[in-house]
Every structure is written in structure tokens, then in C-alpha cells.
């Protein structure tokens, strides 16, 4: 649909972000003012322009915004053949349309927020005249708020699109609905503190699902799971049935307890624009982490050009799954490109200083920057799936067909909770491999197969011209035995347990990551002399 959109200095911000949804959910998008406005240009005269096009059918349908809506409402209703309101709840979005033909669509931003907006103009859209005269059943608006799927999957990211892929495997014709909660279609996530840092483009992130006739439902947030009905319904009050349905709701940044908007917690392409565009106008950027976001963002960033300073509460980075000596090499590495470190350090408050920011530890550090970036660890989205009662620990427990405890419920990637055959205990994995593997297989048992999930992933990270793959358990709490080739320049680390190989890090070696894995599957006993060279 062709749509026509304006607004004075009041809803200018509010206009941008309506304008970036229309685009990303297909509409064609033409916006009737200025790229930017003052206080100056507030008068409701701005809408006659975007109003004569409806009239004119040069656009399909207009939404105009001011202060309160009602300035851009009287303007619209004064040019001839226009049918504008002023709306701020869902059935008057709708009902509007199918009744009384409007085709302006009225807002006060500073009376309703985006999400409002945004979802009463998708009511605004979808709705058609009725020129016949009817009887209003009170519960039709949530009738048409209703859709019904074969496959529904929750969740925007890898996991979701790769079980995309496997239900496409089995079944070609099967309706799929995906409901995502980001602004953007599902995405391959390691770009984000990798490549896209060394020159590539932002467009090679995008999964391909245009061949794969699946429905996205984006900015859309799943608030509950009726499993009796197999209904989920969303905050913004449309529902989806299902026959079989997929969690694939991954994890959320973990946050600190101030901070507020100041703090860019990594981890999605949003965070990666945001970025971005801070490193436009800031020197000094602040790295919160020392662990696999935080090493990899603050390498990307001193690569860009920036000072770059991390802040870390362990004594050196990666000391929680790095041997000792090698997390101390890694420290003074990262020393020698110009990264200055703040270990052993424990956040306690953030201030603002004009247009920089004060990071305060406890060790009574002031440090100063341009802007802070944060990796801090994750938490599981499992709130959707208690509240359902389906079992959960750390995580969405599933079988090894990726059922969870209701059958016709899946769950898979970041989220689930497996048992690994090789490693023999249930594991959580959060890496690429994994959200691929599984969600694909998922997709596949969705469909009808019924294949059990055997693979034991591996995860990998660059930092700077340092770069590694690993597999199983690495915590350095474990007995760890180390075959370099050149000291902490190439080889490989053991990790032990009851004589047995738990993980394995291939330290700038490469493409034994299957052998790494029949290892792992050995029963032992290992011992430093039968793994010296066993892998090179």
C-alpha cells in the first residue's frame, strides 16, 4: 500500500519511526514535509499537502501528526474528499475505516506512545470500507485480529530462521507465522562484533526467507500461551493459533542498575546502529565486560580508531574459560594495541559530565568517555514459557527431539536446555552453531520427522589477529593441559575432568573441530602425554 505521512516539529520523531516500520512491514512510504523542522514550523497547514494526495488517490491512505492531533485533523477534514479522525484506540482504528471510509488517520504524539501508534495505524491499514449496512458484533475486532497457522515460531533471530529452513525441508505448503519482538527481519548475529567491523556491508547480514512463504510479524510481542487452545496472544492484542508451535525467544542483555539509555547493551543489530553511530562523534569509548562480547567489541572499536578502555571485574580477559597464562598473554596484548584495562574492577555508578560520562568503581575510579558499550552476560527469555507452565530451569527444558514438556510445544537455540550424549549432562549453548543445528532440526521434527539432537556445538571468536573454535566445556576451573606449537600464538588446550576431555580450544588452529568432538566422545583416560600432538 502506498502511504502518505506528515507532521509538524511536535511529531517529526514520532513520523520518523512510523516511517521506518511502514517500510520494513512493505508499504511504500511518502513522506509530505521537510527532512527537519523547528519549533517554527508548528502549524496545522503542514497536513494539506499529505491531504490533497489522498483526496487526489496519488496515495493510498495518509497519517498526519502534531502535538495533540487535533490542529492536523481540523486541516485534513478541510480539504474535500478527505475523511480524517483523530484516534487513540484500537476499534476506532478499524471501525473508522469500515464504516465511515477515513482515510486520514490523526495522531498526538505527545499523547500516545510509538507502539500505540504503530499498532493502531496496522489497524488503520488492514481495515476496508464496507459500504453495506451491518450489525457490529462486539467480539469481530478481535475475530480479525486473529490468525491461524500450521507452524508458529516466537522469536526474530537464527534459531527462527534456520527452523524456518528445516520446515521447509519436510513440508513445503505448511503456513508459517514468525512473531519477533525487533524492529528488523532475522539476521546472522556474529557480523555484529565482527565482520561488519573490518569492512563488510550491513546487507550481507540479512537471513534469506523470501522463497520460504513465511509471514513475519514484527515489533510484535508475545505476552501469553493458552496451550488448551493453542492460541498466542500478543501485547498488541492480535492472536495467533497454531498447531505446533516454537520458542526460539533467546536471551536478553544483562543489565546494570543504572544507566539508563546511556549504556549500550550489545547484542543487536539496533545495538550495532547505535554504535555506529556513536563512534561518529565520540574519541573515547568505555567497554563494560571482559568476556566474548567485550574482547570482541573493544578489538572492533581500536581497529575503527577509537581509545578504547575495558572495565572488568576478573583479574585478566577470558579468565573464566581461558587457562591462567593465557588470559594474562591476552591482557598484555590487548595492552599493546592500545586498549587500557581496568581489571578487578566492580561498577557502581555512572554519571553524566556535559557531554561525556563518569564510569565510578569501587576501587574509587573515575573514568571518563565519550560513550560506554556493555557485555555482561545474558538471561534466558523463559517468562513466556512459565507462565504457560512449561518446565524450565535456566532455560526451556526440552527433550532430545526439541520437545518441551507440551507436545505439540518446541523450543530450541539460546533458550533450550539439551542433553548432550557426548558431555553427558544437560547443557545451555548460546553461539551460532548452535541456534543453527537446532533450529533447523526443530523445524524438521516440527514437520513431522523425528530426529533426535546428537550435535555438540562449537562456538569461535576473532580478537584482533588472535582468533580461535572451540568445543565442550572450557572454564578454567577445569584441569587444563596446553600443546603449543608457538606459545599462545598456535596450538591447542586440553580441558580435563576425571581423566576425561571435557572442551577443547583451537587456538589459531583450524578445521579440527570434528576431531575435536570424537575426542570429546572418547571415554579416556587422557593423560598430557597421549594428547600432546593429538590434534594440530
Known sequence: ???????DHAGFALKKQLKEALKDTGHAVVDFGPFSLSPKDDYPDFTVPLARAVAQSKVERGIAICGSGVGACI????????RAALISDYFSAHQGVEDDNMNVICFGAQVISYALAWDLTRAFLTAQFVRSTRTIDP????????????????GGGMTAASAVYGIREIDSIGSIGL????????????PLSKA????EALDSIWRDLKSKKVEIHLRTIAKEIDLKRKRVACENEEIYCYEKLMLATGVRPKQLPFGDDSIIYFRTVSDYRNLRALTGTAKRIAVIGGGFIGSEIAAALTMNGKEVTMIFPGESIGDRIFPRDLSQFINQFYKQKRVELFSGEKIIGLEK??????VKTANQKDIIADGIVAGIGSLPNIELAQAANIATKDGILVNEFMRTSNQDVYAAGDVAIFYNPSLAKQIRVEHEDNANTMGSLAGRNMAGKNDPYLHLPFFYSDMFELGYEAVGELDSRLETISDWKKPFEEGVVYYLKNDRVRGVLLWNVWKQVDAARELIAEPGPFTPSNLKGRLK
Open 1 to 7: 500500500m502506498r502511504i502518505g505521512i506528515a507532521s
Open 75 to 82: 486541516a485534513a477534514n478541510k480539504v474535500q474528499g478527505v
Open 139 to 154: 467480539n469481530e475486532s478481535r475475530k480479525k485480529r486473529m490468525k491461524e497457522y500450521k507452524y508458529l515460531i516466537i
Open 179 to 190: 512473531i519477533s519482538a525487533e524492529a528488523d527481519a532475522p539476521y546472522n548475529r556474529p
Open 196 to 199: 561488519l567491523w573490518k569492512g
Open 353 to 358: 559530565k556535559g557531554n561525556q560520562y563518569s
